[in-house]
């Protein structure tokens, strides 16, 4: 089999990016004997194309696609959806026409299907996961991380793209939440992160400063009012930090008891309770990308047969609409194996 994957956004720093990286290599090391991955966004020649974002996905595409959805926030608040160009509509349209899709969790597979009408059965879940570099790191490592970025002995942590402003991040109002500890910010910046008040911005990390950055932490905060899986969460539980957040449907589905959850909105209640937290931290979820990568080829070989299928029947959309969504992690709240 050959799949040509989608590699324009391999070397962005945010969620896809990693998603991009961290599958990809798992995807080579778990791959059968005469399993080819090319990375192309041209797919000509290709058994199966696989977009790892929603906003690669092709309307024609020359052989069966599968695409990756992280997050349906604009499909969720009304504002955006108002404004929404003919491109994000294409792309849509795009994800609709495709053989599979590939969600992280069981909550973001059922959004896919009401507000995108897909036929659930062509909805997988696959769980991520934290790359190999997140890891606890020596005190040797987290002074040195500190120095480097200017750090305080004890701090909060916030992770994430701070390129634009994101009214579901709440990150402007965590900023002005009064706390104890100060907040540090991990990202890459634009002039407006700067006008946030009382905050430290260290600008875009790499992995091993991000590991030390988040293993100095005290914790961890979330005040997300939406995440499709919630990276960093995991990847802070890899480093043994502690991690506070708002009540989240899909954050309960991937973490359940590993995080404390506060109510929804409550930044103070987040701050409280990230200020008491405690270690140790509860290990990540034990899922790992080469499972992750195992379950992506499953769902290869599901999309190429499905379009075999198709022009044996003659039909003209990919896959079957009976059943329901088809889960590759195990039936539990954490994603473990």
């Known amino acids: 089999m050959r799949v040509a994957f989608d590699c324009q956004r391999l070397g962005d720093p945010d969620g896809v990016g990693r998603y991009c990286r961290c599958l990809l290599r798992a995807l080579n090391d778990t791959a059968d004997t005469g399993a080819e991955i090319v990375e192309t966004h041209r797919p000509r020649g290709a058994d199966v194309f696989h977009s790892p974002w929603m906003e690669g996905a092709m309307l024609h595409s020359p052989c069966p696609m599968v695409v990756t959805l992280h997050r349906l926030t604009a499909l969720k608040r009304r504002s955006e959806l108002l404004r929404t160009s003919v491109r994000p509509r294409l792309r849509q349209l795009a994800v609709q026409r495709a053989a599979r899709v590939i969600v992280p969790t069981k909550v973001l597979a059922e959004d896919a299907i009401s507000r995108l009408g897909l036929e659930p059965a062509r909805v997988v879940v696959i769980p991520e996961a934290p790359d190999a570099t997140m890891y606890r790191r020596t005190p040797q490592e987290i002074a040195s991380a500190r120095a480097r970025y200017r750090l305080p002995e004890r701090y909060l942590v916030w992770v994430g793209s701070l390129l634009h402003p994101d009214p579901t991040k709440h990150v402007a109002k965590l900023a002005a939440t009064t706390r104890e500890l100060p907040l540090v910010l991990v990202g890459p910046t634009r002039p407006w992160a700067h006008e946030l ?5 260290t600008g875009q990390v790499d992995d091993a400063d991000l590991a030390a950055i988040y293993s100095g932490a005290h914790a961890l905060v979330l005040p997300s009012e939406d995440e499709g899986f919630g990276m960093p969460a995991v990847e802070a539980l890899a480093c043994g930090t502690p991690v506070v957040a708002c009540e989240l449907p899909a954050l309960r589905e991937v973490l359940d008891t590993r995080v404390t959850f506060v109510q929804a909105g409550d930044l103070p209640a987040l701050i409280g309770a990230a200020q008491r937290s405690q270690r140790p931290a509860p290990a990540p979820p034990a899922w790992s990308w080469q499972d992750a990568a195992r379950a992506t080829w499953g769902v290869y070989e599901q999309a190429a047969a499905a379009e ?20 590759q992690a195990p039936a539990t709240n954490a994603p473990d194996r």
């Open 197 to 201: 008040p009382d905050v430290i911005l």
């Open 308 to 327: 075999l299928s198709r022009r044996r029947a003659g039909t003209a959309r990919p896959g079957s609409s009976s059943g329901g969504w088809s889960s």
